[in-house]
Each structure stands twice: as C-alpha cells, then as structure tokens.
C-alpha cells in the first residue's frame, strides 16, 4: 500500500483513533447542543476517554514499531498514554464546577483538552523527530487557546499571548536543532540517527553539540527548565485553572517522554554532553524555583515556581541515565501528576463568587469550613514536599537514590537541600488553613470536585504506602525504551 | 521556453507600469493644495485615521481561509497522483475531508459565516451572551 | 537561434496582446453597456468611437498625480506596480495556440505560450493570487476609510471565492492528470461521436459554472463589484488614486478578466482545439473564445445587480464551497470507476 501502513498495524492506532473520533464527536455535540449544556458535553468527553482507555488495555504494549518507523508501540510510550489520560480525566472532571463559576461554554474547551491530549499521545509514542514534532504542535496550540479562553479576563488573555510567543519561539528553537540533527545524520529517524552518530568520524562533532544544545534549550521550554521558565508563572497565574493543572502535569510528562526519547534513543553517544547540560540544568531549575517560590503570595504562582522545581528534580533521573533513573523518573512523574491535580482541584474549590481563590490568604481558615479538603490539601502539599508516607516521598526517595547510585552525589545532595527549602513554603498554606479565621465566601464541594479530591488524594497515599506496581511498571516500561547509553553502567 | 518566459513577462509588466507612472508624473501638473491632499470623504474635512479597529470578522475570515486553502494545496499533488494511488488515495481525501467538515459544521454553527444577522441557534446564543456580558 | 528569437517574439506578441485587451475591453464596455441601455456610447473619436481607449490614456497622462499627505508613500506607488505585475505575469502558463514550427521556419516547434511550465495551472492560480496585495496595500496605504474598508472587503471576498476556484480548477486535474496546461488543452482535442467537441465543459459542467462564478468574483467585477460599489465606497480602494497609477489598476482588472477568461478557455473549452480550423491557426479558435467569454462579463455586469455583502459572503461559503468539493469526490470517484 502506498501510504505505509498495513491493516494490521491500523489496529495497533486504535486508541488514537478513539481520540480523534471521539473530540471531533464532542465538537458537534457542542456545535448542536444549547450553550448550557456544560455537564453533557464534558460527561461525553470523559466517556471519550474511557473508550481510549479501554481501547489502550485492548491494544497494550505489543512492542512493534509501527507505520514505516514512526511510531513505537512500546510499554514506555503506554506508560506514558495511561499517564496523561488519567491526567486528562481528572482535568476534565474538577472542569465541570470551574466553567459553572466562570460561566464558560464547554465545548470548545473539551474539545481542546482532548486534541491536547492526542498530541500528546503522539509524543509519547513517537521515535520520529517530524511525528514527535506534530504530535508537539497539536498539544502546544490547543494549550495556547486554552490559555485564554477566559475571555473577560486581562490575565488569561495575557497569559494566551505570552505562551504563545514564548511556545512559538521555542518550537522554532528546538525545529532549528532537529533540521541540524536531520542534516548531519541524514534521517528524522530516532533509530537511524543514534547510528549515525555513534560514527564520531561521520559528523561533524561541533555542529553536532550545536544541534544538541538547541534540542535540549528548545524542549527545556517545554518543561519550564531554568533559565527557560519564565512563561511558567505568567501562563499558570492567567490560565483557567484546571488548564493550569494539565499544562503542569500533562504538557510536562509528554515533553518528558519526547526529551527522553530525543536524547536517549536517538543521541546516546552524545550522552556526555548532555549529561552535563541537564546537570546545570537541574540544579538552576530546583534551586530558582524553589528560592522564588518562597516568595509568592499566590497560590498559583507559587505552584508554578514549585513545579519548575519538580522538573529540576525530574531532570536528575536523565542525569543520571540508568534504567534505574528513567524508571525512577517515571514513577515521580506519575507521582506528581495526582499530587499537583490534587492540589490544584482545591483551587478550583477556592473559586466562589468574585473571588479568584488563588491567594494564599482565600485559604485561610478552610480546616474550619471544608475539614475534609483541608487534609486533602495537607496530603497533597506533604506529598509535594517530599514527607512520608506519602507518595512524593517514595518518588524522591527513588529518584535521589538513582543519583547517588550512578555517581552524581552532590545532585543528590543539592536536591535534598532543595526539599528541605521547599517545606517552608508549603506549610505556609497549612497554617493558613488550619490557623487562620475564615473570610469570604462559603466555599461550596461539589460531586465532580469531590470525585477528582478523593481519587488524586486515594493514589497519593496508596502510592506512598504500597509503591511496588507502579515501580515494577515504571521499570519494565524504562527498560522498553531500549537505549544504548546504560551499556557502559557505572 | 520555460521559466525564463515567466521572468520576461514579469520584466515587461514592471517595465510597463514603472515607465507609465514615471511618465505621467512628467508630464502631469503639479500644484497641490492642502484640500487636494486631504483624504477624500465626499467633501466632508476628514476625521481621525482611517487605520483603526476593522469587524473581527475579517479576520476571522482570514483564518478560516488559511485552513481551507490548504486542504486546497493538498489537493493539488493528490488530483495528479489519483491514478496511482487508486481507492485507497480516495479514502483517505474522502477521511481527510470528513475531518475538515467537522470544523465546516461547527464554524457554520458558531455563526462565522454570518455576515448579516445570525442564521443559527448557536450564534444567535453566542451573541445573547456577548450583549449580556458587556451589558454587565 | 531562429527558435530564441521567435520565442521572444512570441512574448512580446502576448504582452501587446493583453495591453490591446485592456483598451478593447475599455471600448467593449462602454459600448456594450450603452447599447444594452439604449444608447450611442463613444462615437466622437474615430469611427464608432474605437480611438477613445487612446484617447483616454493620453488624458491621464497629462493629469496630476495626487497622494494624500497621510499617505505611506513608498506603499502608495508599489500597489499598482504589484497589480500590474501580477496580471502580467498570471497569464505568462497560458497556453494560446498549438506547437508550430512557422511553416518550416523553424528547425523545432515551438509553442505559443510564453512560460510552458509543469506546474501551468497551480502558477496561474498563484500569482492572480498575489494580485490581493496590490488592493490591501493600495487601501491600506491611501489612509482613507473608503479605501480601506473597499481592501478588507476586496481581499475578503477574493480569499473566500479562491478555495472554490482552487477546488473547481483540481476537478480538471483530475481528469487531465497533469497540472500541465498545454497537456490539458491537448486532452481536450477530437470530439466525441464525430460531433461532440472532448470539452472538459461537458465532463464538468458544474466545476465550470463554480469557476466562471469565482473567476467573476476573484476580478471583482458586478454583480460582486464589492471593493469599489461605487454608491457605498465612493471607488473602494482606489478612491485616492488619480492619473496613471489609477489607469493602471483598472488596466491590471482587464487583464485579470482576460486571464479568468483564457483560463476557462484552456481547462474547459478545449483551448485552441476546434473544429474547420486547421491546428497551425488554432489560436484563431482559442481568440474567439476568449472574446465571447470576455462579452460574458460584460453582459453579466450591465445586466445583474449587486449582491448584498453578507449574500455574497454566506453564497460563497455556504454554496460554493461545499458545492465545489462534492463535485471535486464525485469526479474522482468517476475518474478511479472508469479507469478500473
């Protein structure tokens, strides 16, 4: 067949063709529907991704390379569908009480959230710099409408503007590395390229750095790296936000997955040079933003600071390079991900009548009105600071652990001085909550909410207390990623 | 002959319109009075700047375009290539069609293609809910 | 050597062409539409007028140019030229008669077209595309409000009505299979039954009508007349446009005219393929049709009026367009059953 895909490989696609059917569903839905209907087209959506997930148990992790070489089926790329799905899922189920506070129509941002997520489904899957490349696009615009789509709103509106700017430039940034890499090696081809430039000889070493250090610049855009963060707290203040949930767990684990499998699938004789600019990279990221974080009065922002935090301490598990880092990475991604929705699902309890609820001061006093949040909230901050029996605990534990095994002891350090800094700042909001008089508006629980509240705080503390699934699945899926860099283990 | 012909008959049509405009300014008069160099509003004295705020729908329609014409260029290369690529060529204009009508649907709902009054239940809503926002 | 030189020839012959269709139809237009209204139209210059057309350009010669003070200068004089270019260089794909070798003049033939490229049909498309920018620049440039809103409008219509020209225009690629557009003409030749012309008319009627359609839109002329209604705009775009550069916008919408025309002409009306005529003087049959094509339009303008802004907008978008691509899978479900 001309077009490169065999039937039997269609089959292997059927997630994402649940995906793309099922937004362009919600998309009529939303055409032919009243305005009003917020809670059919998001139940519709959420019925959407169920079928995907359905559909990602049905196909699994055959492990075949699929579509002339531009897709991998493997259990790392599932790990990572799962990953945002459940992300998506939560996204979308805290939505539905925020768009009734903000008085938003539903279907154009359903629609977004799903089309993101099939972006990222391709940047999960993808061992092609072009197909990884689309499936970034496709995820980055619709971030980029969602950004702004509160429209009455001179924040959202800026922070629409400012990611796009910023996302364009670094796209073109990172488009500019890939073209390089495609130039001296002669293919787009994740597999093709890594033989290539095992052939020092073939290629000409200092362009080859150059593409290096512009692929990483362009993608620690993605993740909010210091110094490549600076849209990071403008974004996640203006955006809706349940939006700022998903760019900060979903947005952050698909560019994860496409950097882990740019640079250790396709660059693994290059792995000294990055090795060392993740390393500045990592510690910039975990100190910047924990030294700003401490500073913010909103709770937003200082969630934004706190996350670009969390991808220095990510970036140790490439650092380090080693089935165990990558595993180890996994699992703190996957960890983060319900932790940060968690605490991001109580700002969006926080948002009752005009007040944005976003303020440290809005949380005062919540022990005394939502008991129950209130210790969610606590679970998630802990989580977030790293204390046991929590499951950020185990993360960081994981993750710290891989470094000092593969040699990198003073990151270890830098990162567990970094956690201790981090505490100050979370346990303000704790005493806010629990020492604090209440003011305002009665923050008011709803369903949905609670649902989100309680499934994220559920895998927090299970994840924390029973870790062993999740690792054994982080670490068969680091292992399908099949790199040469961990031949030579230190 | 090929693109060179291109070349000359793009030569000869600058050619021709830079000679005539020169060749007017010659042999034209020339006394130019404040009026004259007034931007003409039927004899009215002009107010304010002509380059201000234009209907969004413009360009609205600008975008919608964008996406649309290329569906068109993608057209081009596969009506060449339908011989070749046979049914399966068909099915997947025919699915990448289907696609782009989805966003045809619901643009066409959401009322960009209304340049009067509002023709669908959705615009007319979108507009209520427009009015009702800058009216609070 | 003989090959160059009547090549170069055959250029400059198609250049003065399309400068004598835009003083002809200057002609044809006045007089058609006064004789559609009853009246005598030009008859003072020359016999029935035909000098006039000269006449004219020498008056706007010897005219003041003019430019409002809050003009952008450099913008303001590059509009026409852009125009200018544009309409030129649009016709340079099209095909006007067969391969001839000038009764054995030559020691090749050679064909009568001034640019015989691969790609004809999509150059064609692309540059009269460009012509846009030579009306946003013009309205943007004069700092005039009519001149402004007649660009957005002008360039608002033009872009709506190219996707179902572009649409109607990949039907006939379908069926010709080449972008070629001497080879389209060629697989017009002969006739079916010995009395059917093999017109793409006949294999496409409804590409033909949407082409004519948009063509008429894409040249901005009435009934979609929108960029200069003259009773809402004063003149559109060109309002502060005085002397030649303004004679050279209203020349570039004649050899727009043409171009839609010759177009129509080689995609669906065989080109220069026609019956009594022998091949060598086919450019004989391609100046008939182009010429009864071009009284089309002004037929059609001093008969229908103008629409309304939003009826064209909705017509376009709503009909055309979806009109465009069902025809567009119909012919190439047609194309692929025929061809097994």
């Excluded at chain 1, 496409?258 to 660059?267: D, E, Q």
């Excluded at chain 1, 309890?349 to 949380?363: F, W």
């Excluded at chain 3, 020691?107 to 595309?129: E, H, T, Y």
Aim: proline fraction near 5%.
């Amino acid at each position: 067949m001309p077009a490169g895909f065999s039937p039997s490989e269609l089959a292997y696609l059927l997630p994402e063709f649940v995906l793309t059917l099922g937004a362009l569903l919600v998309l009529l839905a939303d055409a032919f529907l009243s305005r009003d209907r917020r809670g059919a087209v998001i139940g519709l959506s959420l019925v959407v991704l169920a079928a995907t997930g359905a559909a990602l148990a049905w196909v699994g992790a055959p492990h075949q390379t699929i579509a002339r070489g531009l897709l991998s089926m493997d259990a790392f790329g599932l790990f990572f569908k799962v990953l945002v799905l459940v992300a998506a899922a939560l996204t979308l189920l805290m939505s539905g009480p925020y768009l009734a506070a903000e008085a938003m129509p539903a279907g154009a941002y359903s629609f977004l959230v799903l089309a993101a997520t099939l972006g990222m489904f391709f940047m999960a899957s993808g061992v092609e710099l072009i197909t990884i490349f689309i499936g970034l696009e496709t995820m980055a615009v619709a971030f980029y409408i969602l950004a702004g789509l509160l429209k009455p709103n001179p924040r959202s509106n800026e922070a629409a503007v400012k990611y796009f700017l910023l996302g364009a430039f670094s796209l073109g940034i990172l488009l500019y590395g890939m073209s390089l890499l495609y130039g001296l090696t002669g293919s787009t081809n994740l597999g093709t390229i890594a033989a290539a430039v095992a052939n020092p000889a073939a290629v000409g070493r200092p362009l080859l750095l150059v593409a290096v250090i512009l692929v990483v610049a362009g993608l620690a855009f993605k993740i909010a790296a210091v110094p490549f963060h600076m849209w990071a707290p403008d974004v996640y203040e203006g955006a809706p936000t349940p939006i700022t949930a998903f760019i900060s767990v979903g947005s952050k684990a698909a560019s994860f997955a496409m950097l882990l499998r740019i640079v250790v699938l396709g660059l693994p004789s290059m792995a000294e040079e990055w090795r060392t600019l993740f390393y500045v990279l990592s510690v910039l990221s975990m100190t910047a933003g924990n030294i700003a974080a401490l500073t913010q009065t909103n709770l937003k922002r200082m969630l934004a600071y706190s996350s670009i935090a969390h991808a220095g301490y990510l970036l140790i598990g490439i650092v380090a390079a080693t089935p165990r880092g990558i595993s180890a990475m996994l699992i703190y991604l996957a960890v983060y991900t319900l932790m940060q929705l968690g605490a991001f699902g109580i700002l969006v309890l926080m948002r009752r009548g005009d007040s944005a609820g976003d303020e440290i001061q809005d949380l005062n006093g919540l022990f005394q009105r939502q008991p129950a949040a209130a210790v969610a909230m606590l679970v998630f901050l802990l989580s977030l600071g790293g204390i046991p029996p929590t499951a950020g605990f185990m993360g960081k534990f994981w993750l710290f652990g891989a470094a000092v095994e593969a040699g990198y002891v003073w990151l270890a350090v830098v990162a567990v001085l970094n956690s201790v800094v981090s505490l100050y700042y979370y346990l303000r909001v704790v005493v806010a909550m629990w020492t604090r008089e209440p003011e305002g508006l009665e923050p008011r629980m709803r369903p949905a909410l609670a649902l989100t509240l309680a499934l994220a705080l559920a895998g927090t503390l299970v994840l924390g207390l029973y870790p062993r699934p999740l690792f054994d699945l982080a670490e068969t899926s680091a292992k399908s990623l099949g790199s040469a860099v961990w031949a030579p283990s230190r | 002959m090929g693109w060179l012909g291109l070349l000359i008959m793009t030569g000869l049509g600058l050619g021709f319109a830079v000679v005539m405009i020169l060749l007017s300014s010659l042999l034209g008069p020339k006394n130019p009075t404040p009026e004259k160099l007034a931007p003409y509003e039927c004899g009215m004295p002009a107010v304010g700047d002509a380059r201000e705020r234009q209907s969004v729908k413009f360009y609205l329609v600008a975008m919608v375009f964008l996406l649309f014409d290329i569906e068109v260029a993608f057209l081009y290369p596969w009506a060449v290539a339908l011989r070749d690529l046979g049914w399966t060529g068909f099915v997947q204009i025919v699915t990448f069609f289907l696609i782009l009508v989805v966003g045809y649907i619901y643009i066409w709902r959401k009322g960009v293609l209304d340049w009067g009054p509002a023709t669908t239940s959705a615009a007319r809503a979108a507009a209520r809910a427009m009015r009702e926002r800058n009216a609070a | 050597m003989l090959v160059v030189i009547a090549q170069i020839v055959i250029i400059l012959i198609a250049f003065v062409m399309l400068l004598n269709v835009a003083a002809i139809m200057v002609w044809v237009e006045r007089k058609v539409c006064a004789l559609i209204q009853q009246r005598d139209g030009p008859n003072r210059v020359g016999p029935y007028g035909l000098l006039q057309p000269l006449a004219d350009i020498i008056k706007l010669i010897m005219k003041e140019e003019l430019r409002p003070k809050s003009a952008d200068a450099i913008l303001f004089t590059l509009a026409p030229i852009i125009s200018a270019v544009a309409a030129f260089a649009a016709f340079a794909p099209v095909p006007f008669g067969a391969q001839t070798t000038l009764f054995g003049l030559l020691d090749r033939p050679v064909g009568l077209q001034v640019a015989d490229v691969n790609v004809g049909m999509l150059l064609v498309f692309a540059i009269a595309s460009m012509g846009v920018y030579g009306i946003v620049l013009a309205g943007w440039a004069s700092n005039n409000k009519y001149s402004l809103l007649g660009a957005l409008r002008s360039s608002a219509q033009m872009i709506s009505y190219e996707l179902s020209y572009g649409t109607a225009l990949a039907g006939v690629v379908l069926i010709a299979g080449s972008l070629s557009l001497r080879e389209v003409v060629d697989g017009q030749a002969g006739a079916w039954f010995g009395v059917l012309p093999k017109w793409y008319l006949f294999l496409q009627p409804v590409g033909f009508v949407i082409f004519m359609i948009a063509g008429i839109a894409e040249t901005n002329r009435a009934p979609f007349d929108f960029p200069e209604a003259e009773q809402e705009l004063v003149a559109g775009y060109f309002t502060e446009y005085s002397s030649m550069r303004f004679a050279i916008f209203y020349m570039a919408e004649y050899i727009n005219m043409a171009t839609v025309s010759a177009m129509a002409t080689t995609l669906f009306l065989g080109g220069w393929h026609g019956p009594f005529i022998p091949a060598e003087y086919g450019w004989i049959w391609f100046l008939i049709k182009v010429s009864f094509l071009l009284f089309f339009y002004v037929w059609v303008r001093w008969t229908l009026p103008r629409y309304r802004y939003d009826q064209l907008m909705q017509f376009g978008w709503k009909w055309l367009l979806p009109l465009s691509v069902i025809n567009l899978l119909v012919t190439a479900a047609g194309v692929l059953y025929i061809n097994g």
